[in-house]
C-alpha cells in the first residue's frame, strides 16, 4: 500500500542523503518514488543517477520506465 511506498521512498531518500555518490540509493528513490506517483521526485533522483553512473544499466532501465 501507500505506507510501504511511503517507508519505501524515506529509506532511499536517507541512503541517498547519507552517500550521495550511492547510485542504488539513487535508483531506488526514483523507483519507490513513481510507485508513489511523485513525478517530480523520481525524475530528480533519475536525473542524479544519470550524472552519477550513465552506463549502469539499473540507470538506464530507469529510462524505459
Known sequence: ??????ES?????????????DVAAWVG??????RRGDTATARRARDQAMRLDPYNPSVIDLLGE
Open 1 to 6: 500500500g501507500i505506507g510501504l511506498a511511503d
Open 9 to 21: 521512498m524515506e529509506a532511499f531518500r536517507r541512503a541517498a542523503t547519507l552517500d550521495p555518490r
Open 29 to 34: 528513490l526514483a523507483r519507490a518514488a513513481g
